[in-house]
């Protein structure tokens, strides 16, 4: 049994507008949730999957630099620079140092 991963550190995400949180809901764009409180999936302190709330979500800047990120199977997904990933080795990235073919941890995992 694969031992769990280290929880994200905090972050002050940038997420583009259109950008999906999945929600109890199921996935919402999350410029449709400012000003509200939302449970949304995240990876809990103990390395499993499981609901926190959202709180304090806002929009920090109608227009701002956005990087765009492409997935091998082809999904992207537009952040802030500053906006911090996982790399593989468990150390916080941020967006704009990324390169091509650098290895993030992945938020979870589905059972085989």
Do not use: C
């Not at 280290?6 to 507008?17: A, D, M, Q, V, Y």
């Not at 150390?91 to 993030?104: D, K, M, Q, Y």
């Amino acid at each position: 049994m694969e031992k769990p991963k280290k929880p994200p550190p905090p972050t002050n995400s940038r997420l583009s507008g259109s950008a999906l949180v999945e929600t109890i809901d199921g996935p919402v764009e999350i410029l449709t949730l400012v000003g509200k409180v939302m449970p949304v999936t995240t990876r809990l302190a103990d390395g499993t999957i499981g609901f926190r709330m959202m709180i304090n979500i806002r929009e920090l800047a109608a227009e701002a630099p956005l990087v765009q990120f492409r997935n091998e199977e082809g999904q992207t997904l537009r952040v802030g620079h500053d906006h911090l990933f996982v790399a593989a080795d468990g150390s916080p990235i941020a967006a704009e140092s990324v390169e091509e073919g650098t290895e993030l941890a992945s938020g979870w995992s589905y059972p085989e």
